[in-house]
């Protein structure tokens, strides 16, 4: 059964940072590419960045480029989204998500998470 499990969300002020997690069973996330994808009320979820299968490239939206980045712990099973100089507009429930490729439309993922809140406010 696949299971992910995202944590690391919270209440943050503007220029604070964050760690998201992301951990997985049920099948080896080094299999995958991997995407962290977000989604602010009354928006369409956006594809934030994400890492292919074998950690060679990464793909970034503009808006987190110098902010945002990923990482993978494969003996954990897991991935990272650390997340510095929050902005106000970066507010939005995260997704982790697989896919065999590294892109950042969200038709091309499979299988998601549940979601973890980030709020970035004063």
């Known amino acids: 059964q696949l299971q992910f499990v995202e944590s690391g969300g919270g209440l943050v002020q503007p220029g604070g940072s964050l760690r998201l997690s992301c951990k997985v069973s049920?099948?080896?996330?080094?299999?995958?590419?991997v995407g962290w994808f977000r989604q602010a009320p009354g928006k369409e979820r956006e594809g934030v960045l994400c890492?292919?299968?074998?950690?060679?490239?990464?793909a970034y939206t503009d808006s987190v480029k110098g902010r945002f980045t990923i990482s993978r712990d494969n003996a954990k099973n897991a991935v990272y989204l650390q997340m510095n100089n929050l902005k106000p507009e970066d507010t939005a429930v995260y997704y982790c998500a697989t896919s065999w490729l590294c892109t950042l439309g969200a038709s091309n993922y499979r299988n998601w998470g549940q979601g973890t809140q980030v709020t970035v406010s004063s």
């Open positions: 890492i292919s299968r074998d950690d060679s490239s990464t």
């Open positions: 049920g099948f080896a996330l080094d299999y995958y590419a």
